[in-house]
């Protein structure tokens, strides 16, 4: 199969899980993600039709986003260097891995200095991983003021990496878990939080059965990715 019969076969997926959930097919995005792949590797997908493409580095998007047509949607799903966040709000639509408050405050500035507003989510260590990068669960609440008093960010929703486990069936609780949180902070607050940035290749499905509005699938449609990222 070529990436865009698989392509099409992860959106009839979507659509089908979009569908058992009860949901409007509207109500969830397939975020192509595009990391470690050549913009030529790409350009089929986006001849298709598709818009949306997760990187995971800033300059290596750059780089590819250079290349392709303007229209398209880039999203940030890696790790952002404080040195980075410049470039990153030039190139990126949405950055969901806003990881932590000083990176937050960094955006902030960066987003002032541009005369823009940065669309962000809220990257939340959901499995509390020791390893991972996102506020823990634990002192999100705490945090969220600061965060919801930075002018120059429109934040969005929450983003999750769940552990990793054998059977996808294991990572609903997590996803659970993320969809239970955002709708707790958003009583709490009185902010609106309206996007879950969850699931991947081996668990979109079970994601939009739990509220993902965003799934961020590389793998199923490019193949396994060379290099280790
Ligand atoms: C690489 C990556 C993905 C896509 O992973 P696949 O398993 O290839 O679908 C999704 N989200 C994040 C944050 C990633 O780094």
């Known amino acids: 199969m070529t990436a865009i019969e698989r392509y099409k076969q992860i959106q009839e997926h979507v659509a089908q899980a979009t569908e058992r959930a009860d949901r409007n097919r509207s109500s969830v995005r ?14 089929p997908i986006v001849e298709a039709g598709h818009a949306v493409y997760g990187e995971n580095r800033v300059l290596e998007a750059v780089g590819k986003i250079s290349l392709l047509p303007d229209h398209l949607e880039w999203h940030l799903i890696g790790h952002l ?21 000083e990176l937050a405050q960094r955006i902030n500035q960066v987003a002032l200095d541009l005369d823009l507003k940065s669309r962000v ?13 996102g ?11 600061r965060i919801l008093a930075l002018e120059r960010l429109n934040v969005v929703g929450l983003m999750a990496i769940p552990p990793q486990v054998e059977m996808a069936e294991e990572a609903r609780p997590y996803f659970r878990d993320l ?4 709708d707790r902070l958003e009583a709490e607050h009185g902010c609106s939080l309206p996007e879950l940035s969850m699931g991947m290749t081996s668990d979109f499905e079970i994601a939009i059965e739990e509220g993902s509005t965003i799934v961020r699938v590389g793998s199923a449609i490019f193949g396994r990715r060379a290099k280790v990222v």
């Open 179 to 182: 969809r239970v949180l955002r």
């Open 30 to 43: 397939l975020m192509v993600v595009s990391k470690t792949w050549e913009a030529e590797d790409i350009r």
């Open 135 to 145: 506020f823990s669960v634990s002192d999100i609440s705490s945090q969220l003021p």
């Open 121 to 133: 989510m809220i990257q939340v260590n959901i499995g509390n991983e020791p390893q991972k990068h």
């Open 81 to 101: 260097q404080k040195n980075k966040v410049r470039k990153a709000l030039t190139a990126f639509h949405t950055i969901h891995s806003m990881d932590s408050l």
